[in-house]
């Protein structure tokens, strides 16, 4: 169990590394480009909403590992675990309401340049992180339900 997961701590590790280098490099040459093309009201919110979304993106990283090393330690089945699928939730909830307040700012980009695709991506940064926060609370849910049958069984016993 340690080395399946090992690898998804290290997949953990291998998907934030994109966002940092999408963060430090791409970002502003983005901004700076998108600069010249529109105002700021267009592009700044989006760029805002990108950093802003790293922090709770990061932060739902680092609970997954953290539930991850409680699987290690043969503790997912504990309060703690549940916590780290809650901070998960409420991170894919954020990220999703911070691009969705955004999403004028594609539909303006996407008039200009003629280019519906662009509110496809938007979209896309809206409802994916909605749909792993759905999916966070239904296992949250699941793991609140078997932490209290493993209660109700033990004080059976």
């Given at each position: 169990m340690?080395?399946k997961t090992?690898?998804?701590?290290?997949?953990l590790?291998?998907?934030?590394?994109?966002?940092l280098?999408?963060c430090i490099?791409?970002?502003?040459?983005i901004?700076?480009?998108?600069?010249?093309e529109?105002?700021?009201l267009?592009y700044l919110?989006?760029?805002?909403?990108?950093?802003?979304s790293?922090l709770?993106?990061?932060?739902a990283?680092?609970q997954?590992?953290?539930?991850l090393?409680y699987?290690d330690k043969?503790?997912?089945?504990?309060?703690?675990s549940v916590?780290?699928l809650k901070?998960?939730k409420?991170?894919?909830a954020?990220?999703?309401?911070?691009?969705g307040?955004s999403m004028?700012s594609f539909?303006?980009?996407a008039e200009r340049?003629d280019?519906?695709g662009?509110i496809?991506?938007?979209l896309?940064?809206?409802?994916?992180?909605l749909i792993?926060?759905?999916?966070?609370a239904?296992?949250?849910?699941?793991l609140?339900?078997a932490?209290?049958?493993?209660?109700e069984?033990?004080?059976t016993?």
């Open positions: 340690k080395t090992l690898f998804l701590k290290i997949s590790f291998l998907i934030g590394l994109p966002i280098a999408l490099f791409f970002l502003p040459l901004a700076k480009g998108a600069a010249s529109y105002p700021k267009v919110p989006v760029i805002i909403n990108a950093y802003l790293a709770p993106f990061y932060f990283l680092y997954a590992y953290r539930l090393s699987i043969n503790t997912a089945f504990s309060k703690v916590s780290s901070y998960i409420y991170c894919g954020a990220i999703s309401i911070l691009y307040i004028f539909y303006i980009i340049e280019a519906p662009i496809l991506i938007g896309a940064l809206t409802f994916a992180p792993i926060s759905v999916f966070a239904v296992l949250q849910k699941l609140e339900n932490i209290d049958m493993k209660e069984n033990d004080l016993v």
